[in-house]
C-alpha cells in the first residue's frame, strides 16, 4: 500500500502545516502534546492504538496518564486532523484534513496498513438512501479488509 520509498517525513510536515492552518482558523492551540501525538500518529501508514501512543510520549517525558492522551486525540479527532479506525480501536492521520470529507478506509489484513480514499459518489449515495429513509446521517465511517498489492502473493506462489 505505501511504497518503501515513501517518505513519512513529508506526511509528517504536511500534517503539521495543516495542523496549525487549521488550529489558527478555529482558534485553537497546537500543544506540545497535541503536536507530538499527530506526528507520532502520522510516523506510518498503520494505526496506533491510545496506549501505544501513550507509551511513546511516556517514553519522551510527556504526562503518562491516560486521560491526557486521550483529550489529546479527542483534539485531533475534533479538528478533523485523524481519524479512529473503529475495527482496530485506533488512530490514523487523516489525509484530508484540510476540506470536508469521511473516512474512508482500505485495511490489509496482512500488514495492517491502511488507506483512507475519498469517494465523494459513494458519500452522495449513502446521503440519498438515508434521506430517502427519512434517515439523519451524522456520522459515516467505511472499512473494506482484504489484503494489500504489496501482500498478495505472486502469480504462481501459495
Avoid at 38 to 46: A, F, G, K, Q, V
Wanted: contains cysteine.
Amino acid at each position: 500500500m505505501v511504497a518503501d520509498h515513501h517518505n513519512h517525513n513529508a506526511c509528517i510536515k504536511q500534517a503539521l502545516a495543516t495542523a496549525e492552518t487549521l488550529c489558527l482558523q478555529q482558534g485553537q492551540r497546537l500543544t506540545k502534546v497535541r503536536r507530538r501525538a499527530l506526528e507520532l500518529i502520522w510516523e506510518s501508514h498503520r494505526p496506533l492504538g491510545a496506549y501505544q501512543l501513550l507509551a511513546k510520549l511516556a517514553d519522551e517525558g510527556f504526562n503518562s496518564a491516560p486521560p491526557t492522551v486521550y483529550r489529546a486525540l479527542d483534539f485531533l479527532l475534533t479538528a478533523g486532523l485523524i481519524h479512529k479506525v473503529e475495527s482496530m480501536n485506533a488512530y490514523l492521520g487523516c489525509a484530508h484534513a484540510d476540506k470536508p470529507h469521511k473516512g474512508y478506509f482500505l485495511i490489509c489484513d496482512a500488514c495492517h496498513n491502511v488507506m483512507e480514499f475519498d469517494y465523494q459518489d459513494i458519500h452522495a449515495s449513502l446521503e440519498n438512501k438515508a434521506m430517502t429513509q427519512g434517515f439523519e446521517l451524522r456520522s459515516e465511517t467505511i472499512e473494506l479488509t482484504g489484503v494489500c498489492q504489496d501482500c498478495q502473493p505472486e502469480e504462481g506462489e501459495e
